[in-house]
């Protein structure tokens, strides 16, 4: 089976049940080993490592961390919203949160499949802007998943872009692409996410509605 072939079938079977992260699947009609889809990445939970007395963290000027319960739990407020968007369990010093800034916009995404797919792994690029320390300024994503070394011909698409959720969410600070970023989230894990949220804030594409079956926003389509 050519690689034309294969990723039109795993396109035609992946568009029939789109995952809950994925929306506006498509690939270029002259070109079907181009795809382009927008990525709503999980409000899933990370571990920060923050004082176990933090009472406020500042996430940016209209965002605030805010101790409204004992035993360690913590709500994300935004701005005078009476509520809260993200809650935050702390204990011995580590805070788990329920959602994160990724999760507030959507990304634009741009999978290219080479002519030996699957003997050759395909890339992923983000066409939009996102603060992270695994994918580059611009835009290719360093995911193990899809290294020559880990590479496997079985591997389907829908499995790439399952691990490509988990990694937004769950940044890997064992194989990062910007340095700064991954020293960062180690070092001030706070300074961080501020700054991921004010980035995802500024350039990240508005979710769409459940449902929404639109073509993807800027698209020809």
């Not at 406020?56 to 000027?61: K, P």
């Not at 999760?103 to 995404?109: M, P, Q, T, V």
Request: hydrophobic share 35%.
């Amino acid at each position: 089976m050519t690689a034309s072939k294969r990723v039109a079938k795993e396109l035609e079977e992946l568009s029939k049940q789109l995952p809950p992260y994925l929306r506006h699947l498509s690939s270029d009609d002259a070109n079907v080993l181009e795809w382009r889809t927008l990525l709503l990445p999980d409000l899933s939970t990370q571990v920060l490592n923050l004082s176990h007395s933090t009472q406020v963290l500042n996430l940016s000027h209209s965002t605030q961390i805010r101790k409204l319960r004992f035993r360690g739990e913590m709500w994300l407020t935004h701005g005078n919203r009476a509520k809260p968007r993200v809650r935050l369990s702390c204990r011995a010093g580590q805070c788990s949160c329920d959602q994160l800034p990724y999760g507030l916009k959507a990304f634009r995404l741009q999978i290219d499949f080479p002519r030996e797919y699957p003997l050759k792994p395909p890339t992923l690029k983000f066409i939009t802007k996102i603060y992270h320390p695994n994918v580059g300024e611009d835009g290719l994503v360093c995911l193990p998943l899809i290294s020559r070394e880990n590479w496997k011909p079985y591997t389907k698409a829908y499995q790439v872009l399952e691990a490509l959720n988990v990694l937004v969410s769950r940044p890997n600070l064992d194989e990062p692409v910007r340095l700064e970023l991954a020293d960062l989230l180690t070092q001030n894990p706070e300074q961080f996410w501020k700054k991921a949220e004010e980035f995802t804030l500024q350039f990240g594409v508005d979710r769409p509605s459940c449902g929404s079956e639109a073509s993807l926003p800027g698209s020809s389509a």
